[in-house]
């Protein structure tokens, strides 16, 4: 794909998001759900874990490099390499922690789109039914108002005499 395509496909989608209500409402719905994986508890224990360890390495890394520099140039040389090696560690530690968060919160971000997704059709196909049942409703309601207007008509005529010569009981008079 050319960059430039893809630049405009992101472009678009930013502008889908942040320029439609829907587009804000499932923005603010992965946002909702990328806040409540950050506060996670297993999220936040992991969290925690990176930053005690953090705590931890940095007292001893402080110690030897102080050493380091008290012992001798070449040593403190060592102590460098040392120190440097600890924190690539420490940076590798929370770099998978960060991959591990940006993945668990891209499969929740892909679950609730799907999920959203299905619920709008469900509710698109009830909406539906519920207005074709409404049309069936409608129709026999104007059927059966219709055939009461007829009875009444009639039961109308039948009180009206024929002719002006018949009585009210629709006798002929002589």
């Known amino acids: 794909m050319k960059p430039r395509i893809l630049v405009l496909a992101v472009g678009v989608a930013i502008g889908y998001v942040l320029g439609t209500r829907d587009g804000r409402a499932r923005y603010d719905q992965m946002k909702a759900k990328v806040t409540e994986l950050w ?15 953090a705590r931890q390495q940095a007292p001893i890394i402080r110690e030897r490099a102080e050493a380091a520099a008290k012992a001798a140039p070449g040593v403190a040389k060592d102590v460098a390499g040392k120190v440097a ?16 968060v940006s993945a668990k919160a891209a499969a929740t971000a892909k679950d609730v789109s799907a999920k959203a997704a299905a619920t709008a059709k469900d509710v ?18 104007v059927d059966g108002a219709v055939e009461a207007a007829g009875k009444a008509r009639d039961a109308a005529l039948d009180v009206v005499p024929d002719s002006e010569a018949d009585d009210e009981d629709g006798k002929p008079t002589s």
Request: charge should be negative.
């Open 85 to 100: 090696t600890a924190a690539t560690d420490v940076a590798g530690q929370v770099s998978e922690t960060a991959k591990d």
């Open 124 to 141: 698109r196909t009830r909406a539906g039914e519920v207005a074709s049942d409404l049309r069936e409703r409608g129709g026999a309601a």
């Open 39 to 53: 506060e996670d508890p297993r999220v936040v224990r992991a969290r925690k874990d990176v930053e005690a360890y």
